[in-house]
């Protein structure tokens, strides 16, 4: 599984998984989701689907997308969505919330848990479902100091279900490494060239490269830390390397894990 990149309204969207339990608590939160003690729920981010296939894994885990019933879990969810990603200018960032609604005219918003719609958060003249296909919703976490984006910090607006977002960041190997097994599969393994270019095409897609807006994506491949041999993590067979000039270079050390990059589609 690799990152996959669109563009929404200027913004760049993780999602993220609300547990349906009633019953959660700091100490039953599994790393790496963060605690609300207001909803007594947990929260983590994750990146890089559209709508549905995001409300899908979301299942998956017992959870669904976001609801937001109070300005005060509105700003939780807005500062956890941009938790361990630079604020970089060029990169607003938006985040999928549950709330959606049918593809008929004048149709009613809901959120996907089932929970009532108590709270409204719409930005200035949202929604306004821009060519007539916006019917889900994203939360702008960060105006990153343009005051014409100000207005829309923190604020909702509708936009397309079916745009995958921009993901530009994990929090390390492993954690996409379990995302994609949830979904059935593994980072993908690269066994030609013609497949490199394939993926860093796709890792790019709907969105211009710029330095700040878009990094490198995960692969498969990794070292093993005993016999220091680079395997794919799904089992293949290592039959195509595509190092970058001077890589691998094991920076510090540490450097076990592989990703490529969509600008000279090399591996670092």
Not at 129 to 138: I, K, L, N, P, Y
């Given at each position: 599984m690799n990152k996959i990149s669109a563009k929404v309204a200027e913004t760049t969207t993780p999602w993220r998984i609300r547990p349906i339990s009633s019953s959660t608590h700091p100490a039953h939160c599994d790393v790496g989701w963060a605690y609300y003690d207001e909803t007594d729920s947990c929260y983590k981010n994750f990146f890089g689907l559209n709508f549905d296939d995001a409300e899908r894994l979301c299942r998956t885990v017992g959870g669904h997308l976001t609801s937001i019933h109070t300005s005060t879990e509105n700003s939780f969810v807005g500062e956890l969505a941009k938790s361990g990603i630079a604020p970089e200018k060029c990169c607003e960032l938006a985040t999928w919330i549950g709330?959606?609604?049918?593809?008929?005219?004048?149709?009613?918003?809901?959120?996907?848990?089932?929970?009532?719609?108590?709270?409204?958060?719409?930005?200035?003249?949202?929604?306004?479902?821009?060519?007539?296909?916006?019917?889900?919703?994203?939360?702008?976490?960060?105006?990153?100091?343009?005051?014409?984006?100000?207005?829309?910090?923190?604020?909702?607006?509708?936009?397309?279900?079916?745009?995958?977002?921009?993901?530009?960041?994990?929090?390390?190997?492993?954690?996409?490494?379990?995302?994609?097994?949830?979904?059935?599969?593994?980072?993908?393994?690269?066994?030609?060239?013609?497949?490199?270019?394939?993926?860093?095409?796709?890792?790019?897609?709907?969105?211009?490269?710029?330095?700040?807006c878009f990094n490198t994506t995960w692969i498969d491949l990794r070292r093993d830390p005993v016999n220091n041999n680079w395997t794919w993590t799904d089992g293949t067979e290592v039959d195509i390397l595509a190092w970058a000039p001077t890589e691998p270079n094991n920076g510090l050390g540490i450097q076990r894990c592989v990703s490529v990059s969509p600008l000279n589609r090399q591996r670092l």
């Open positions: 709330l959606t609604r049918p593809d008929i005219p004048n149709s009613n918003w809901t959120w996907t848990d089932g929970t009532e719609v108590d709270f409204l958060a719409w930005a200035p003249k949202q929604p306004d479902d821009f060519r007539g296909v916006e019917r889900c919703t994203v939360l702008n976490s960060d105006a990153h100091a343009n005051l014409t984006m100000a207005l829309f910090f923190r604020k909702w607006e509708d936009a397309e279900c079916s745009l995958t977002k921009l993901a530009f960041f994990w929090k390390n190997f492993d954690e996409a490494e379990g995302v994609c097994r949830t979904l059935g599969g593994h980072l993908t393994s690269i066994h030609s060239f013609l497949e490199n270019d394939f993926v860093a095409e796709l890792a790019k897609s709907g969105k211009p490269y710029t330095s700040c």
